[in-house]
């Protein structure tokens, strides 16, 4: 377990360095914030969104500990390209091969952990797991904006892309493959069904699909603010890109991981009394985030807009572990991989794939009214009007999940 929270941090240092390299990749190629959330976002999601469920398929079949094995040495070998490309469409393609290999990773993990842990403890083992995001972000950030003033971002690709190499040879030999259905004592069949089987049983899980659209819409806001809030730092309080990361890095990564575990935790907690509950919990969580994000956007000093952003920071990530939980407990053994790489898929494409280009073309709309503040107005935008729209399907979502738990094992 800790071992695949490692690989996940790895993960997002490699799929996060990039924001905090922004400024400067912007600076050296002279693009727009339009072109920088494509780079930023779109690239990287459609092949890592898409690729996912192919993997995916490949993990409810054969060895997923094999699988993520070879996708952490592409995407770091690919991060390490990175620091090569001589011009933003070389970068872009680079960017494309770290989707790639990044596809390999959370959907057969997910698979494993579901193995380890029982439902009742299964949303504390993820909320582990997604540990992993924020200590991923917070390194990308700390160490991200240090080299980038200091020595270059060309040289930050590197370092953060080479380690993944060694990691890949140590989880392979550290890591075992457990038996399906171990944690639940469950009998496996060995029979994979096929996709459109698992598509047409998932369509049949209203739960899901609230889960999946209010999981994407929370996403968008996510990959919005941590792409974009050191470009509005910098633009907006004229701070260095140095102090910035770190500052930013220290709260999305102990702040963050405390709101990764203890959503985990709390979901468990609540899911003992009944999980509609536990999801109407992250329906409310996800409106008080948004309502503190009104506050960290208008904040007229840095240091009021970081002390608002510690809120947020912390319950905006309470639904990822419970919603990546009820995935792995709503279908059957070999569906487990295939369902998590479907979440997924939702969740990059709507949130990764869609958020920030649309805040950096939102950005560059305001430019002409708003200036330098183009980017405040643009995140607060988007970050109330998704978020509360999240939250409405939480709650929708909650009124079918637990008759959709009860047929979780149709397909066994």
Request: glycine share 8%; charged share 10%; aromatic share 12%.
């Amino acid at each position: 377990m800790v071992m695949l929270a490692i690989v996940y941090m790895f993960n997002f240092i490699d799929r996060q360095i990039l924001a905090i390299l922004l400024p400067a990749i912007g600076a050296e190629f002279k693009v727009a914030d339009s072109v920088l959330g494509l780079l930023a976002g779109t690239t990287f999601t459609i092949f890592y969104a898409t690729l996912g469920i192919p993997i995916a398929r490949l993990a409810d079949r054969f060895s997923r500990r094999n699988l993520i094995t070879i996708a952490l040495a592409v995407w770091s070998g690919m991060t390490a390209l990175c620091g090569v490309a001589a011009n933003i469409v070389q970068l872009a393609f680079a960017r494309v091969g770290v989707g790639i290999g990044e596809a390999g990773c959370s959907p057969p993990a997910h698979s494993m952990i579901a193995d380890y842990y029982p439902p009742a403890n299964r949303a504390t083992a993820m909320g582990f797991y997604t540990l992993g995001i924020s200590a991923g972000i917070m390194l990308a950030n700390i160490a991200g904006g240090w080299i980038s003033q200091n020595i270059g971002w060309r040289e930050a690709f590197f370092i953060v892309g080479a380690p993944g190499l060694l990691l890949a040879i140590l989880f392979r030999m550290t890591v075992s493959e457990p038996p399906r259905g171990m944690s639940e004592e469950r009998s496996d069949s060995g029979r994979q069904p096929p996709l459109r089987e698992v598509l047409r049983f998932l369509m049949g899980r209203r739960s899901f699909l609230h889960l999946s659209v209010a999981a994407g819409l929370t996403s968008l806001t996510g990959y919005s603010v941590i792409t974009w809030f050191p470009s509005f730092m910098v633009r907006s309080f004229d701070m260095d890109i140095a102090s910035v990361g770190l500052r930013l890095g220290l709260i999305l990564g102990f702040v963050g991981g405390f709101g990764f575990f203890f959503g985990g935790y709390l979901s468990d907690y609540f899911g003992r009394k009944s999980q509609k509950f536990a999801m109407q919990f992250i329906a409310a969580s996800v409106l008080l985030t948004a309502l503190f994000y009104v506050a960290v956007f208008l904040a007229p000093t840095p240091s009021w807009c970081l002390a608002f952003y510690l809120v947020p920071a912390a319950i905006s990530n309470f639904y990822l572990a419970p919603v990546l939980a009820q995935v792995q407990s709503l279908v059957s053994l070999r569906m487990r991989a295939t369902a998590s790489a479907l979440m997924l898929f939702v969740i990059n494409i709507i949130g990764f794939g869609v958020g920030p280009p649309l805040t950096g073309w939102l950005s560059d709309v305001l430019a002409s009214t708003f200036a330098h503040e183009s980017m405040r107005f643009s995140l607060l935008a988007v970050c109330t009007t998704m978020l509360v729209w999240a939250a409405w399907h939480y709650h929708a979502g909650a009124k079918f999940v637990e008759m959709d738990l009860a047929r979780a094992r149709d397909a066994d």
